[in-house]
């Protein structure tokens, strides 16, 4: 399968616990975004990576929120203490370019529940 | 404040007929548009995207930009039950990194 992929497809937690959070994108896109969406809405921008540097990184995201691409490759969403409102699905996308046709690929999604 | 803004719905077409989809934005500065569509509790998978003024078709989809009204939409022909899903709007800007999405709207396709 060369989509992209996430790990793990459901997290259930206890509020103020630390969750992590794994993306592999399609392998040549040297681009991957971390979104989240919650029920009824689309999905809301977090994080951008290109190549190993996060470029951009939403004023919406909170201390608690932190990801890492060390190699360019994979990344990581870790969650600190994480609350109730923490609950959505976590969406990674990857793409190859920039500009005019910058499409991004979803993957399956991670569905966090904070109980 | 960058803003994409669509008709959550629902919108119900009979089998056969012609949906259509609208999209505002509010950033004239807005470079690419793209349309994805979500089944429940699947992620967004990508139908087709638009830059130019204009029509561009793939199949039963035409995705229609007009720059200067700040509008996008996408027609689905002959319109069929497994059509049947939410559809998300999404524009990118050229300044930033960033894709802004609309709530999307929910297309139910009667047989």
């Known amino acids: 399968d060369t989509g992209v992929s996430q790990d793990p497809r459901h997290k259930i937690t206890k509020r103020g616990q630390n969750v992590t959070f794994r993306c592999d994108p399609i392998s040549e896109h040297n681009r991957l975004y971390w979104y989240r969406q919650t029920l009824g809405q689309g999905p809301e921008f977090l994080t951008y990576?290109?190549?190993?540097?996060?470029?951009?990184k939403s004023r919406l995201l909170s201390d608690r929120f932190s990801a890492e691409r060390p190699k360019g490759s994979f990344s990581t969403l870790e969650i600190q203490r994480t609350e109730q409102g923490d609950s959505a699905m976590y969406l990674c996308?990857?793409?190859?370019?920039?500009?005019?046709?910058?499409?991004?690929?979803f993957g399956p999604g991670t569905r966090l529940t904070v109980l | 404040q960058k803003e994409v803004e669509q008709n959550s719905g629902p919108l119900s077409v009979p089998e056969g007929a012609i949906a259509s989809l609208n999209c505002t934005y509010s950033?004239?500065?807005?470079?690419?548009f793209f349309w994805y569509r979500q089944y429940s509790g699947k992620s967004p998978e990508l139908i087709m995207f638009?830059?130019?003024?204009g029509d561009k078709e793939d199949g039963r989809f035409t995705a229609q930009l007009n720059k200067a009204s700040q509008y996008v939409s996408l027609l689905i022909r002959d319109s069929q039950p497994s059509d049947s899903a939410t559809y998300l709007c999404a524009v990118n800007y050229p300044t930033g990194n960033q894709f802004y999405f609309g709530t999307g709207t929910s297309l139910t396709v009667i047989p």
């Open positions: 990576f290109q190549n190993e540097a996060q470029l951009e």
């Open positions: 638009i830059y130019s003024n």
């Open positions: 950033d004239r500065g807005s470079q690419s």
């Open positions: 996308a990857s793409s190859s370019r920039q500009g005019a046709g910058n499409e991004q690929f």
